[in-house]
């Protein structure tokens, strides 16, 4: 019975065992393997077929520089053969020793003895270059490896062509048709052939060459001026005259790079102007109604022959277009030789001679066409001159003022465009004494016919008709006549202010005392034309302004203004037409403080003139008077005893205030009543008016002129009792009377007043 032994894993026979075993099993797989095991075609791996394997099949292929199949060989283009060997399952066999030949009389190998090893992939490669620049033929490149005891073979054909010879060359020609000629023009465009060829003359495709000459004499298309070489070497490009008038002698020059080398050429050319002429104007239709379209069409010529060259443009025009009375397209390009554009009449009428020019050229066609009148409509009114004045009377002058007055008619077609040469006849209506200047006129280029109408001697009103012979008028506007030279009876002088406080306050420059207006009507009352001159003159203070001693009128009037100032007594007045005794004047008061402005002007034969007095007032009034009923009393500063009077009853005076020479106090002094105790009071008026002069004592015998009397104003005061009703005895009420100057001068006289009980 056998005894069985107890086994550790860990026991030393155990795994002397085990080692044994596994070692059997690994052999076993490399035997059925035959190899290594992994991909085959993972580059760097361990052979993708069996090292010394059995081949089964070879394949060849010959690639290009680029990796591309190929079979063509030069000597400057050597091909890549490459061998392919598998066994029988298909797997490459890597490191068989494969052996390359061909005919050594057409090719090398770049091994020495025309073997390769097969790499990893099963591939072995050698470089197979033509034998010479010379040879020429085709062959076979074999591939043989050694499979046992027999061989495998793979096979490739190849071709060699002679290489191309290094560099190149050109040459340059021009051609008219099929012919050689240097002469361009517009009429013969030339064609440029450039022939690239290698050094033995062997045509070089697909290579650019560049076109160029001077751009002012010729143009070439392609625009660019370039072109590839085709397969016989030639590129080519065709030549053109820049313009019509272009003229002279140039160059052109081509270049290429090819074969390593660049090659040029140039040759010269002569260039003449090309005279392109319009001819055989033609209309349709012949003749068109107003308003009416045509087609008008010329030809081009060229030598007497028909031109159909690219690039003509003729320009239309006509002496009604460039009067805006008709279009016609311009800058027409020419189709086969021939140029049309439309004409539209826009009231040219009767005809037009119409023109076309070729573009660069140096002759105009011309040719009448027939269009027929249009037919007048209307006539109108346009304008008038002067425009919103009057006319003024006859002889009666005036700045910008005229005695003439310009109407001017338009006529108008069916179409309503002005209409010339139309008869137009003019007559007056209304308007006694006026002269109509032209009774007929013709419509100029814009259908405008004028007329001028004089005035008469009084003021009316007018129209002008305008006819035409068709029986067609109308009317002009109504234009007024009137305004005439000044009058005497109508000259008015007038003061803002009558008094001011000038006696011993100075006029600010610029800040007048007073201003003073003068206001001009003609004869009919109407005021006089504008910029009537009118002088103006003082005695005492100044007039007027530093640029001008007066003023011109507008609508009538104008004005100057008056400032305070020294003289403030008269001492030499000047001479003016208002105080010219021996020409109707009054000699001027020499009362202090009174001045006297003259303001004159001319009617063309005598002066007309007006004057105006104007008091430099003090700013106190210290010739204060009361009038009380009867009673008249010169009152100083201090207090006046009014007396007694009825509470019940109201107490009235009034107060005559002037200056330290009796005139006036300055126009806007206020007088009022101040501090009042136990009493109402009011005065009325409360301030100073315009006061001119009104009092006269009698005559200088020195002067003939006026002795001058108080001036002062008077104003009413009127007291009552606070209490009439409820009366208290002998309650005194006392007030001031305050007189205020413009300047702030106020001057206060105190009264006194007793108000009793019944």
Request: proline fraction near 5%; glycine fraction near 10%.
């Amino acid at each position: 019975m056998a005894t069985m032994r107890n086994v550790s894993w860990g026991n030393t026979y155990w795994s002397r065992v085990s080692n044994w075993l596994v070692l059997l099993v690994i052999s076993s797989v490399l035997a059925a393997c035959g190899g290594g095991g992994g991909d085959p075609t993972i580059d760097g791996g361990n052979g993708g077929g069996t090292t010394g394997g059995v081949a089964a099949t070879v394949t060849v292929s010959l690639l290009n520089v680029a990796g591309q199949p190929s079979n063509a060989l030069s000597s400057t283009t050597p091909l890549t053969a490459k061998a392919l060997v598998n066994d029988k399952n298909g797997v490459p066999v890597s490191n068989a020793v494969v052996t390359f030949s061909a005919d050594a009389a057409l090719v090398t190998l770049s091994s020495t003895n025309g073997t390769a090893l097969t790499d990893a992939k099963g591939y072995a490669s050698i470089t197979v270059s033509a034998l010479n620049a010379t040879v020429a033929g085709a062959g076979k490149l074999t591939a043989t490896v050694g499979a046992g005891t027999a061989t495998v073979t793979g096979e490739a054909s190849y071709e060699i062509k002679t290489a191309q010879a290094s560099g190149a060359k050109m040459t340059l020609s021009l051609l008219s048709g099929a012919n050689a000629s240097n002469a361009l023009s517009s009429a013969t465009p030339l064609t440029a052939k450039a022939l690239v060829t290698d050094l033995n003359g062997k045509p070089i495709s697909d290579v650019l060459v560049a076109f160029s000459t001077d751009n002012t004499m010729a143009v070439m298309s392609p625009s660019v001026g370039t072109a590839l070489t085709d397969a016989t070497g030639t590129a080519s490009v065709t030549l053109r005259p820049f313009s019509l008038s272009a003229s002279g002698a140039a160059t052109l020059r081509a270049t290429t790079t090819a074969n390593g080398a660049v090659a040029s050429s140039q040759i010269n050319y002569v260039l003449g102007a090309t005279n392109l002429e319009p001819a055989n104007m033609t209309f349709s239709p012949n003749s068109i109604p107003a308003y009416g379209t045509a087609v008008v069409s010329v030809d081009i010529m060229s030598g007497g022959r028909l031109y159909t060259g690219p690039g003509t443009t003729v320009n239309f025009g006509s002496n009604c277009v460039f009067m805006g009375k008709a279009s016609v397209t311009s800058g027409v390009p020419a189709v086969n030789g021939k140029a049309s554009a439309v004409y539209r009449d826009l009231g040219c009428g009767g005809g037009d001679m119409v023109f076309a020019a070729v573009v660069g050229g140096d002759r105009a066609l011309h040719a009448s066409f027939a269009i027929e009148r249009a037919a007048p409509a209307s006539v109108q009114f346009s304008a008038v001159s002067p425009v919103g004045k009057s006319l003024v009377i006859q002889g009666q002058g005036g700045l910008s003022r005229t005695e003439t007055a310009t109407l001017t008619f338009r006529v108008f077609d069916t179409f309503n465009k002005p209409l010339p040469g139309q008869d137009v006849t003019f007559s007056l209506l209304n308007g006694p004494g006026m002269t109509l200047n032209k009774l007929k006129d013709t419509t100029d280029a814009n259908g405008e016919v004028i007329t001028t109408v004089n005035s008469g001697t009084m003021p009316t009103t007018f129209r002008v008709k305008a006819s035409l012979a068709s029986g067609v008028s109308t009317l002009s506007d109504s234009i007024l006549v009137t305004t005439g030279l000044p009058v005497q009876t109508a000259f008015s002088l007038s003061s803002v202010k009558s008094s001011v406080e000038g006696w011993s306050y100075d006029s600010a420059v610029g800040i007048p005392a007073t201003t003073v207006t003068i206001l001009l009507a003609d004869q009919a009352g109407n005021p006089v034309p504008d910029g009537t001159p009118v002088a103006f003159q003082s005695n005492l203070g100044a007039v007027g302004s530093s640029s001008m001693g007066g003023c011109t009128t507008i609508n009538g009037g104008c004005s100057v203004d008056f400032r305070s100032q020294n003289p403030r007594v008269v001492t030499n007045p000047p001479v003016t037409p208002c105080n010219d005794v021996n020409n109707g004047g009054t000699a001027d008061s020499q009362w202090p403080g009174l001045a006297t402005v003259c303001a004159s002007t001319s009617d063309g034969s005598k002066t007309l003139f007006a004057k105006i007095a104007i008091f430099l007032s003090g700013s106190r009034p210290e010739n204060v008077t009361l009038f009380d009923q009867s009673a008249q009393v010169s009152l100083d500063r201090s207090t006046y005893d009014l007396g007694s009077v009825s509470a019940a009853a109201v107490r009235q005076f009034s107060l005559r205030f002037s200056d330290l020479h009796q005139n006036p106090m300055p126009s806007g002094t206020t007088v009022a009543i101040t501090n009042m105790i136990n009493g109402v009071g009011s005065i009325t008026p409360e301030s100073i008016q315009n006061i001119y002069p009104h009092n006269t004592l009698g005559v200088d015998d020195r002067t003939g002129g006026n002795i001058q009397g108080n001036q002062g104003g008077r104003h009413a005061v009127t007291i009552n009792s606070l209490t009439p009703v409820n009366c208290v005895a002998n309650v005194i009420s006392t007030f001031n009377v305050t007189v205020t100057t413009p300047q702030g001068n106020a001057t206060s006289y105190p009264f006194r007043l007793t108000f009793s009980c019944p």
